[in-house]
């Protein structure tokens, strides 16, 4: 359960930027903002995309966002937007711990991102996440494994990294712990190499040191691992 926990909490920020944990003060602003933006523009294509943000700060009411940019979406059949409202009103019900409801959504998503890479990519990955929480290990391969291979055929750094610490997790799981071993240093690779964005993001350097040291099968490489985390 804790794990599943675990996994979740991970999905959540990789699936879309629906975990925002900025200040009160600092979303009201946002919210009156997208808001008087909203009422001044005409293009459907952009109120879309507002909602989708809105959605994103005021999570009270980010169903209700959602659902009117994806009336707007099928009116003007358009397809980014339709994977954009699709995968975010997933994870919403993944935030809820609510499986079902949150694989109806991303599945739907995904008809809707054939021509958009990195999203489907980002789907599968997030898939294959949820079949990881659920221990079913078959899937979560099959489906992590489609999205690496995304990934790597259009050069999306972060995702493939996003992509292969799930394997690494899959590996674990499974005890394989050198190929385990081999997909965490990949995505420190990745961090250091590939995409600025990343190398500044601690704590996300720091779980994979983590993860590292608790894969090691060896006392003195463990150490090394969490010694690198201070």
Known sequence: ?????????????????????????????????????????????????????????????????????????????????????????????????????????????????????????????????????EENMGLAKEYANKALDIAQKNEIADAKAHVLFMLARIAHYEKEYDRAEKYYLNVLDILNKENKTYVDNAEYRGEILFSLGANSQNTKDALNYYTELY
Not at 39 to 68: A, G
């Open 1 to 133: 359960m804790k794990k599943a926990y675990y996994v979740i909490q991970f999905l959540l920020l990789l699936v879309s930027a629906s975990v925002i944990h900025a200040d009160n003060d600092l979303n009201k602003r946002i919210i009156d903002s997208l808001n008087i933006e909203l009422r001044n523009i005409t293009d459907d294509s952009t109120k879309v995309r507002i909602y989708v943000r809105l959605s994103f700060y005021d999570r009270d009411n980010d169903l209700e966002y959602l659902s009117k940019g994806l009336d707007i979406a099928k009116r003007i059949k358009n397809y980014h937007g339709l994977s954009l409202c699709y995968q975010n009103i997933g994870a919403h019900y993944l935030e809820k711990r609510m499986v079902p409801e949150a694989m109806e959504n991303f599945h739907e998503a995904l008809k809707y991102s054939e021509e958009i890479p990195y999203t489907k990519c980002r789907l599968f990955s997030t898939i294959a996440g949820v079949y990881l929480a």
